[in-house]
């Protein structure tokens, strides 16, 4: 398959300098196989953890990839299901699913204080509105990743399936 070409090899991320000392965890051969269970877990842990957190989300999703024997490369990889393009309409879906499930109903933008002057003092930062959203952001980001992630699964899997009968079907046509 073309896109594997573009991801990491064991024996490349051993050699780094940088990650030498993971070598103990990293040589699990189940963290490098292509297989139906490890594949779909890696892609439900990448988009679980992409979804959940917004910085950091590599290393966490492989250090549960490590434990729970994922494919480590896809695992990393679906954690860019969050990037600088999904992210705002991610977050503000998140945060509106929030706000119904918790029955907040403070508004997200506060318009009257879009007419006062920008003052650097006062702007605030990203990790600011973040906690200004709070709780709705954390229930709804809570419960896209969740399904998300089970959705993700599941959908592998089948597919996975699917393709592996198609194949076989192929190779021992009916007679």
Known sequence: MYWRRFIPTQDSLMNNR???WLTPWL????????????????????VFFGLLIPIAQIPITAVAAVILRANLPVA???TFVTNPV???????AAYQL?????????????????????NQET?????????????PLLVGLSIMASVAGLISYFVINFLWRWRT???????NPPD
């Open 76 to 78: 990393a990889a679906s």
């Open 165 to 171: 009968g198609s194949r076989w079907k192929k190779r």
């Open 123 to 135: 702007e605030k930062g990203f990790f600011e509105r973040l906690e200004d959203m709070g709780k």
């Open 27 to 46: 040589a699990h051969p189940k963290l490098w196989h292509w297989s139906r269970r490890g594949v779909a877990l890696g892609v439900a842990l990448g």
């Open 18 to 20: 940088w990650l030498k």
């Open 86 to 92: 999904t992210f705002a309409p991610i977050y503000y």
């Open 98 to 118: 929030g706000s119904w499930v918790t029955g907040d109903t403070t508004p997200l933008v506060d318009f009257e204080s879009l007419d006062e002057p920008v």
